[in-house]
């Protein structure tokens, strides 16, 4: 059974610095991209960050690029997300989202991340 | 880039309800559809713009004409009362976008 567990969320003030994870099983880690989305209280899905199967290439949305940082650790089947300068439009269930062809799909139940102060 | 849906559709039991999504780079790229209720992750209905995981009642379908996408429900039922999010990337395939999501009311 595929099981993406996410963990780290916590209130932090504007400014400050936090690191998600998310532990994998279930599957082939270093088979596949992983992923990051959040959703702010009542407000819809956005995607945050993608990186590839070894790491090589990372991709970030607009809002969050040159203050998140995605990485993963293939040996330990995990996933991070280390975030800087804090925002109180960062507040956030954080998913960790897997997603190939055809129907593989996989989320984790989120992470709660508040901002502020 | 930005997929666009209405935020809301309602029908009746038992009716059709559809959701459409647009978005320049839909010609060249993939479309898949989430189900969010209350709660809960999000769970996929609908991938590579008409294709349907397992496990996904027969009644949930996709379409695709163009720069729109469609997800279809045919006969409705009350427990398909959530949000829907359409899924994309930028014409390059490297950006992931969602679209701002629909919510399904079953009258």
């Known amino acids: 059974e595929v099981q993406l567990v996410e963990s780290g969320g916590v209130v932090v003030q504007p400014g400050g610095s936090l690191r998600l994870s998310c532990a994998a099983s279930g599957f082939t880690f270093d088979d596949y991209a992983m992923q990051w989305v959040r959703q702010a209280p009542g407000k819809g899905l956005e995607w945050v960050s993608l990186?590839?199967?070894?790491?090589?290439?990372?991709y970030y949305a607009d809002s969050v690029r040159g203050r998140f940082t995605v990485s993963r650790d293939n040996s330990k089947n995990s996933l991070y997300l280390q975030m800087s300068s804090l925002r109180a439009e960062d507040t956030a269930l954080y998913y960790c989202w897997t997603s190939a062809a055809g129907d593989f799909d996989f989320w984790g139940q989120g992470t709660l991340v508040t901002v502020s102060s | 880039y930005e997929l666009t849906q209405p935020p809301s559709v309602s029908v009746s039991p038992g009716q059709t309800a559809r959701i459409i999504c647009s978005g320049d780079a839909l010609p060249q790229q993939n479309a898949y559809w989430y189900q969010q209720k209350p709660g809960q992750a999000p769970v996929q209905v609908i991938y590579k713009d008409t294709e349907r995981p397992s496990g996904i009642p027969e009644r949930f379908s996709g379409s695709s004409s163009g720069t729109i996408v469609t997800l279809t429900i045919s006969g409705v039922q009350a427990e398909d009362e959530a949000d829907y999010y359409c899924?994309?990337?930028?014409?390059?395939?490297?950006?992931?976008?969602f679209g701002g999501g629909t919510k399904l009311t079953v009258l």
């Open positions: 899924q994309s990337a930028d014409s390059s395939g490297s950006y992931v976008v």
């Open positions: 990186i590839s199967w070894d790491g090589e290439n990372t």
